[in-house]
C-alpha cells in the first residue's frame, strides 16, 4: 500500500507522532463502558445535578445535543446556553451557571465502573517501544480520561503532559479543527507529520481533510466483507456514541479491529525514520 497524498496533493512529510482518542479506540466497545457512561450513568448525574425529572427525559436532551457537539460537557453548556435545561431544585443553592463541566469530569471520576476495563498488557508494550511522540485526545473530561488510562495500564505512556481533554479545549472539540490547532501547538506537530487512532468517523473525515492520517479502530468482530451488521448499528445507537465505523470510507487509510493490531498492521510506525502504513 502506497502512502496517500494529502489534501494539498504535496506528498506526505515525515512522522513524528501517533495520537489516539481513548473511549471505544484504546478498549473494545463491547465492553458496555461507553453504553454505561453515556446511559445510566450520565442519566443519573443529570437528575441529581440538573434537576431533570426522569432518566428518559436526561437521555434524550443528552442524545439531541451530542449530536450537534460531539462531546457531552459542550452538550450540556449548550443546552444549558439554549435554555434547555429543567428549572433548578428550589431546595439547592442555584449556581450560574448551572453547568459545570469540572462536575460532570469528577461525576466520571467517582461514578463510572472502571473494573468493566481490562489492562492493555500488550499494547503498553508495544508503545513503549515506540519512538514517536503519543498523545491522548479525548472528548471526555481529564480526571475521567485519566481514570480510564489508568484502568487499562497506558497511563504512563501518556502523562499528564500529553493527555488533552474536553475540559482543555473547550469551547472547542473534536472534529473541530480549533482543536486540533491547540493539540498541535502544544506538542510541537503539524498535521502532516500525525496519525491519529480513531473510531469515530466524523473525526477521522476531519483528520483527513487536515491531512492528519487516519487509523479506524472498528471493534472486535467487524472486519468483514458485509460491513457492519444490524445488531453493530443497534448497539452503536444505544451507546450512544450514534456512529457506526466504516472501515471502507475513503477517509480511512487503515483499518483494524482493535488498538492492539497496531504494531502488526503498521509496523513502519516502529521504524527510524517512521512510515506508514
Avoid at 492493555?120 to 519512538?131: E, I, T
Avoid at 456512529?243 to 510506525?269: H, I
Amino acid at each position: 500500500m502506497t502512502d496517500k497524498e494529502n489534501n494539498h496533493g504535496e506528498a506526505k512529510s515525515r512522522i513524528t507522532t501517533i495520537i489516539f482518542d481513548v473511549d471505544d479506540s484504546l478498549y473494545d466497545r463491547s465492553t458496555g463502558f461507553s453504553a454505561y457512561r453515556n446511559g445510566p450513568c450520565v442519566q443519573q448525574f443529570m437528575m441529581q445535578e440538573l434537576n431533570f425529572p426522569t432518566a428518559e427525559a436526561a437521555l434524550e436532551l443528552r442524545d439531541e445535543y451530542f449530536a450537534r457537539t460531539h462531546a457531552t460537557a459542550k452538550a450540556l453548556q449548550l443546552a444549558e446556553k439554549e435554555g434547555r435545561l429543567p428549572p433548578p431544585d428550589p431546595t439547592k443553592p442555584i449556581k450560574s451557571p448551572r453547568f459545570d463541566p469540572q462536575e460532570l469530569s469528577d461525576w466520571w471520576a467517582t461514578h463510572m465502573k472502571f473494573e468493566m476495563l481490562s489492562r492493555q498488557d500488550k499494547l503498553l508494550k508495544d508503545l513503549k517501544d515506540c519512538p514517536l511522540k503519543l498523545v491522548a485526545f479525548s472528548n471526555g473530561p481529564r480526571k475521567y480520561v485519566k481514570k480510564v488510562l489508568e484502568a487499562l495500564g497506558l497511563f504512563e505512556v501518556f502523562g499528564e503532559e500529553r493527555l488533552f481533554a474536553v475540559d482543555d479545549l473547550l469551547p472547542h472539540c473534536k472534529p473541530e479543527k480549533e482543536a486540533f490547532e491547540v493539540v498541535l501547538e502544544k506538542i510541537g506537530s503539524d498535521y502532516s507529520e500525525c496519525v491519529m487512532v480513531e473510531d469515530s468517523m466524523k473525526n477521522v473525515r476531519k483528520c483527513k481533510e487536515l491531512g492528519i492520517r487516519t487509523v479506524l479502530i472498528t471493534g472486535k468482530g467487524r472486519m468483514n466483507s458485509q460491513g457492519p451488521s444490524e445488531s453493530d448499528i443497534a448497539a452503536d445507537k444505544a451507546s450512544g456514541v450514534g456512529e457506526t465505523p466504516l472501515y471502507d470510507d475513503p477517509a480511512v487509510d487503515l483499518a483494524m479491529e482493535t488498538a492492539e493490531e497496531l504494531r502488526a498492521l503498521a509496523p513502519g510506525l516502529w521504524n527510524t525514520p517512521a512510515t506508514f502504513p
